[in-house]
């Protein structure tokens, strides 16, 4: 065999049943939306844009049990108990397996915190009704979702966004031998982005997808209105061109966020929004057309020798598999959530009260034990994997694994099925910089995810 000859150019691709559908979960103004610290506001005062929820399935053509994705413009869960009882319901709806349904969140702060009602709170009591519509409108996006697949093929193309950056900045006061969390322009930022196209039997795009690593912190504490941050902008711009729903996937942003943020202007949302959903836009224009591969197929002698490529049919994958996996991780020696109540009933200072609410609830949610089962969630939808926790993963993890498995699209997610707490890199340890100080995994936790995830990945492929 020549081993000069060329490789073919074709995308991760998988080909099946596809089902998309998608429901309004924005809330009603007046809830409990108190996601910053430095907030001097309990409650939501306005809608920026709608809150979106969409169900993604996917099915193989000789039937057996679907795997569905819901992607949801929302925060995060107050305790993973929360997420736990939401979850049993949905399964029980559905009747599906855990490894096969995936709750994916966008990160907005600018959304009400997912939690059961707190009559401390203001605002709390819309909770009860707002979380059981949202219930609602999950199981009838699914259900839909599956009642109206269509045989499709979804391809994966590697594209770039500079969006990002790294938000992990040497405080600027000498004094402070600290990190504070915004704008570090020394440090170059990940800014690979995977972009998904889903078409039918006609070539018509039905559907994209977007995973980008980038926390939605465009709004803070200033911002009073229900938003989906940038990702409502994205999703418009995305969906003007292509007349199909887009789908935004949360990477491994841990240290990633827009270099301006931290506004009160929803302008400045929808214009990041639109940044990223052009380049989006850019990487969808230049993927092979639907189902075909570009292949070598001769030398033209002219003014220069020529290399002559064709677009040929390809061949997609139709294989589909979920597993669950988990790794068992260290814990610092904090204290009990029952002592942290005690602290925080104690302290008088609303920003730190809300910090030690937050810490309350992260200890909560690992117990008091010395280690904790951290879920892996691997799914392989052709060519592609799709890999996650429900953990702030830092960016060096999703780069690692793309660099150990570059055959292959790696779709690296964050907070998918719950949200508790960072996975910084081991050498930061050292370090006085929020990520460290939040989490309550010990030094060496991201690391033993990446050897654990690179496993399940190897496993899975070879299967």
């Known amino acids: 065999m020549n081993s000069n000859q060329p490789r073919p150019l074709r995308h991760a691709s998988f080909h099946g049943r596809i089902g998309i559908a998608r429901a309004d979960i924005t809330p009603p103004v007046g809830i409990y939306a108190r996601n910053w610290g430095a907030a001097k506001h309990d409650q939501a005062r306005s809608v920026h844009r709608p809150l979106n929820l969409t169900a993604v399935s996917l099915a193989s053509l000789e039937g057996g049990q679907p795997l569905v994705l819901i992607d949801a413009d929302l925060g995060w869960w107050k305790s993973p108990a929360t997420f736990r009882s ?44 707002w979380m059981e519509a949202l219930f609602g409108a999950t199981v009838n996006a ?3 979702s599956l009642d109206s697949q ?22 600027p006061d000498p004094q402070k031998q600290r990190f504070v ?29 977007v995973n980008y690593a980038c926390h939605p912190t465009t709004l803070a504490w200033e911002n009073e209105a229900i938003s989906p941050d940038y990702v409502g902008a994205m999703r418009e711009t995305i969906q003007n061109a292509t007349a199909a729903p887009a789908v935004f996937l ?12 931290y506004v009160g202007d929803a302008a400045v949302a929808d214009r990041h929004g639109k940044q990223l959903g052009l380049a989006a836009l850019s990487t969808l224009q230049g993927m092979e057309p639907p189902g075909m591969q570009l292949d070598f197929e001769q030398v033209v002698e002219s003014g220069a020798p020529l290399a002559v490529w064709k677009h040929q049919p390809s061949q997609p994958s139709h294989q589909l598999r979920a597993v669950q996996t988990s790794v068992e991780l260290p814990l610092k020696d904090w204290p009990s959530a029952a002592e942290l109540e005690k602290q925080r009933l104690a302290c008088a200072d609303r920003t730190f009260e809300e910090r030690l609410r937050r810490k309350r609830n992260v200890r909560q949610g690992v117990g008091d034990g010395s280690t904790y089962d951290l879920t892996i969630n691997v799914w392989k939808i052709g060519d592609a994997v799709l890999i996650g926790t429900f953990c702030e993963a830092y960016s060096a993890l999703q780069k690692e694994l793309r660099r150990r498995f570059p055959a292959h699209a790696i779709v690296c997610m964050n907070l998918i099925n719950g949200s508790l707490a960072y996975l910084p890199p081991a050498e930061l340890y050292e370090t006085d910089v929020y990520p460290v100080w939040q989490t309550p995994f010990d030094r060496g936790s991201l690391e033993r995810v990446l050897e654990t995830m690179t496993q399940a990945i190897r496993d899975v492929l070879s299967d």
């Open 150 to 171: 269509f045989e499709g093929t979804m391809e994966w193309r590697l594209g770039r966004c500079d969006l990002a950056a790294n938000r992990d900045l040497p405080d």
């Open 86 to 129: 939401f979850q049993r319901r949905l399964l029980d709806e559905l009747s599906a397996e855990s490894a096969n349904v995936i709750f994916a969140l966008s990160h907005t702060h600018s959304a009400p915190p997912l939690m059961d009602a707190d009559d401390s709170l203001p605002g709390s009591a819309l909770h009860r009704t």
């Open 250 to 261: 949360l990477g491994a942003c841990g240290e990633l966020a827009p270099r301006f943020q």
């Open 181 to 209: 969390c915004g704008y570090s322009p020394n440090v170059d930022a990940d800014d690979a982005m995977l972009v998904g196209r889903v078409t039918d039997t006609t070539g018509r795009i039905r559907a994209t997808l």
């Open 142 to 144: 699914v259900r839909e």
